[in-house]
């Protein structure tokens, strides 16, 4: 091997150099990062808050009794604190000189002295009462919950999350002994669930790279060939992760989870090097030439299970959901950065170091997997397994978790269910009216009192806030009786700011924001649309997160078959021309597609709801059960060109490559299983339904492709 050293070099070269990087990684989770790419919904998003306002919302809640003088106290407190944040504007809260209320008859913004006897209290209750413009914005008086609304000014992320840090010290500082104050919105959200991203980054990867450490050296039994194996499987997450840095690459919270998966996946090449190395060391060769003998040997079947799997990854790529489109490139950029490793720089390590053979010791269990009767009935029972695990999953009931896709026990999901049960839903849908020229102020107000009132008799809607909400306020606080557009023009005199978040005249658009339930089902936006096409005085449009969750929903079963059979298909043309054979190229098809379909099915069985996670399981699924296969039918064909016949190939073959399978799955079913303790809900079940795959592909490569090939290749048949 007259490169191993110039590649060793190289290697270590780009270790450093990625090592060097890492601390310019920049992280980064936008809730829209796990939606459908949508161009022409992002220029309706971005039209609407260019004519309604930016909606960074920022919320401050607490539990107490919300017309308490202690109470109110520090609502005043903290309120005027937190106007003097840069970045912070238009902020909302029962203390606020703009909040007005009719108390005794004046329209005015409520005092300290009205809370001072149980009298004013009594009053200034009523007087929120009748104010539901705020109920469940700022105050909910029945679950005694007081909050302060406010909105970060847009701009830069940096500017972004400087504000919230600054809004966290102000609350920090004047936090109550014995009270907690509840910060959320969408900056909030983001920046909570980078410093998730960063957790997991750490802990997950500690914990695979443990596996990897503890399984390596049960079978090395040497700290040199552990520490080469070691090397081996460490540096290309190491190598992906500076190129993430290097070319200033955001990691989401999803793409933290899945370089862990580079370690595993490096662990069960290893696994097989170190059996094959094994296998020439007993056989009498010297350390150089067992080392690179068995790199040689398993070049293709290796290579080829890398760039499969690397391909997995990048057919991330066909997916609308940027979080996918970012991490699926990175990782196969660390997968195909590990074949000069496991296949240059690591025989070369092993050669210098000259480490000992696997133990005897290797778990042999291939004889479980050993089928020596009834190819034909088993194949058939598969395929028959396959098809109706196929139909099973069009059943399957999809989640919409766009927002909350934090494990249920994180705190920031209790943050949101928090505010979802005392305040308001969290998750919007907003209804853009554009009202024809002959349609009036009455007809308009009409159609949304009939839209808002068709809303929320959905049982998943929690709250509707339109122009009609504020006219009946209107009425309500006006000094003179007035109607509809008496109020209306009142409400654009006295409160022009509230009012147009909901009107926009010269452009004669009119808003309605819908707060749906986190995890309602795809039926409820149907429902919504179809209160909104009863509107007559003019076009109706719905836009929002709740809207693009349901539109990434329903394309979801679409994107994994799609995704699942692009792999299957690629696996069988790669397994054709790689080793041609047509035949064997057409009996890999159903080992690997059997795993992700019988995961899939299970997951309905089982009532699991399918989320954003499961448009990588099929392609990923694939990618990582065909490994197994590769080193199935190249060991086979080995054994078919040494002479012996076809059921003779394939038991050597089961013998030779079963052992390193058992333990190589072993490592790959624990990697993937570290991923299920994530904080982010989508990386969890990915890790879990990939495992599962993972595990299924072993009997199904040992026993099911064996049983195929019998079928192909008869005995009466040489090769």
Known sequence: MRLAPLVSCVVVAAALAAARGLPRLTFDHDTRSLLRADADADAVEQELRAVFGAEDILLIAWSADVLAPETFALLVALTTELETVPGLEELYSLASPQVKF??????????????????????ARAALRSAPVYLKTIY??????VAIAGSIAPGPASARWETLRQVRAVVVGMEPKGVTLHVAGVTAFQMDAVAYSIVDLKRIGTWATSIALIVLWFLCRSWRATLAAVLATALPPLLALGFAAWFAIPITALATALFPVLVVVGVTSTVHLLHAYSEDRASGLDHARAAHGAARRLAAPVTLSLLTTAAAFASLQLTGVPAFRRAGPLVAAGLLSAIPVLLIFFPAVLARWRPPGVRRGTPRLAHLFSLRRAPLLWAIGALLVAV??????????????????????????RTYRYLEDRLTAAVPVDLILHADEQSDVAAVLHDL?????????????????????????????????????????????????????????????????????????????????????????????????????????????????????????LVGLVV??????????????????????LVGAGAVVLDIGFDVAVVAVGAVAVGLAVDDSFHVLFRYRRERLAGSDVRTALEATVRGVGPALSVSTTVLVAGLCCLAMSSFLPTARFGLFCAAASAVALPADLWLLPALVRLAFPDRMKR
């Open 102 to 123: 009719s108390i005794r008859g004046q329209l005015r913004a409520l005092q300290a002295e009205d809370l001072e006897t149980d009298e004013g209290q009594a009053l």
């Open 140 to 145: 909910n008086d029945e679950l005694d919950t």
């Open 388 to 413: 109706s695990c196929a139909f099973k999953i069009r059943s399957a009931q999809v989640e919409v978790n766009a927002l909350q896709a934090f494990q249920p026990d994180s705190e920031i999901a």
């Open 449 to 569: 009192r009939t839209f808002a009132r068709a809303a929320a008799a959905i049982d998943e809607v929690d709250s509707t806030l339109s122009l009609e909400t504020l006219v009946d306020y209107g009425k309500t606080v006006s000094p003179l009786p007035v109607g509809d557009t008496g109020a209306l023009v009142f409400l654009r005199t006295f409160f022009p700011e509230i009012t147009r978040r909901f009107e926009h005249v010269p452009t004669r658009r009119y808003r309605v924001k819908v707060r749906v339930r986190e995890a309602a089902p795809p039926r409820v936006l149907d429902e919504i649309a179809a209160a909104a096409t009863k509107t007559k005085s003019g076009r109706a449009e719905l836009t929002g997160l709740y809207v693009r969750a349901v539109s990434t929903t329903r394309h979801l079963l679409r994107d994994v078959a799609r995704g699942t059979l692009w792999m299957v298909a």
């Open 576 to 597: 054709t021309l790689a080793l041609r054979s047509w035949r064997l190229g057409l009996v890999s098809l159903l080992p690997n597609l059997l795993p992700p379909l």
